[in-house]
């Protein structure tokens, strides 16, 4: 005996509910593994961002509103975000307390990051993306956003369209550029904006900290490259080296604030990298340590505290009267 035609239809009714069913299932799950995908694959770029050894881009000194002081580190740590077509670097930055090596600050920003020394516990932050930021030196939090401000005067150049808008520092606030020829000033301090005469010249925008490095010698000559130098240390009494003077190879003066402090960054072969520094008493070496290349310095105290290109210890600080090493870090 055959079906009814409603029972007929009633099959085909639930059939059709069980093709829906699965079909709303297999849409459930497939977003639900595009999620845990995507999500794992930018939970992986971010752990790369901050782990990953990268590429030392720049280091800043900075006086905190505690009276203490720390160093700024950026680097470009390698990874990108997945957008296609507009693959932005994530660039990373932490500060440290020169005192204790203590990391206070990290932070990852969608973009390249070129940071200078603001004011006490304030940083500024450049990015072609994400415009001028003024950063809360301990923390890293945003303060303000200078194209936000100036947007009270003009609409801000964009950093699309080919130049960066910010162009320079005039009483150490920063100036930008709108895009009707006209320059604006944001005050540091106050976040003040006020227009910029044309004639004004600017100071240019630091590049980011750099190591004083100097070849010229005591008595004259200038080190050159590639051979081991009698180097003393400067204001020595004798006028030029004796020839138990301490040879050092393609040697160069780290200046510091303390003229007394002779230190020298060598390298220890021509076919590596390694770099040592070397503190000098006249013409007799006090101490040596293995550092990167010095990309910027700063004496604390008895302690040079020094950012170098070395992603091993891009952060070392040692005692400058036995070249012991008090901390380092790196990302």
């Known amino acids: 005996m055959g079906l009814s035609k409603e029972e007929i239809e009633k099959l085909k009714a639930q059939a059709a509910r069980r093709t829906r069913f699965i079909a709303v299932g297999l849409i459930g799950f497939m977003a639900l593994v595009c999620v845990v995908f995507f999500g794992g694959w930018w939970l992986l770029r971010r752990h790369g ?102 947007a009270t005067l003009g609409k801000p150049l964009s950093g699309r369209d080919g130049h960066y808008n910010t162009i320079g520092l005039v009483d150490g606030g920063v100036i930008v550029r709108l895009n009707d020829g006209r320059s604006a000033r944001v005050d540091t301090a106050s976040l003040a904006v006020t227009p910029i005469d044309e004639a004004t010249k600017s100071e240019g925008v630091p590049s980011g900290g750099r190591c004083r490095l100097e070849r010229q010698s005591g008595d004259g000559r200038t080190f050159s490259d590639g051979t081991r130098q009698a180097v003393i240390a400067k204001g020595a009494a004798r006028s030029s080296p004796p020839a138990s003077a301490p040879r050092f190879l393609q040697p160069e003066f780290l200046v510091t604030s303390d003229q007394a402090l002779t230190l020298i960054q060598h390298r220890a072969t021509l076919d590596s990298d390694v770099t040592k520094l070397s503190r000098l008493d006249g013409d007799r070496i006090q101490w040596t340590a293995d550092v990167g290349a010095c990309q910027s310095s700063r004496l604390d105290g008895t302690t040079l505290v020094m950012a170098t290109f070395d992603t091993a210890t891009r952060v070392i600080a040692i005692d400058t009267g036995t070249g012991a090493r008090k901390w380092t870090f790196k990302f």
Do not use: M
């Open 49 to 150: 961002a901050r782990n990953n050894a990268g590429k030392p881009s720049g280091a800043v000194f900075v006086d905190l509103a505690n009276g203490k002081h720390a160093i700024a580190v950026i680097d470009d740590s390698g990874e990108r975000t997945p957008q296609k077509g507009n693959h932005r670097p994530l660039f990373r930055i932490a500060t440290i307390d020169l005192a204790t090596g203590e990391q206070l600050g990290f932070r990852i920003v969608e973009d390249y990051l070129r940071c200078w020394t603001a004011a006490t516990n304030r940083l500024w932050c450049h990015g072609s993306d994400e415009g001028t930021l003024l950063l809360d030196a301990t923390t890293l939090d945003t303060i303000a956003k200078a194209e936000d401000l100036v």
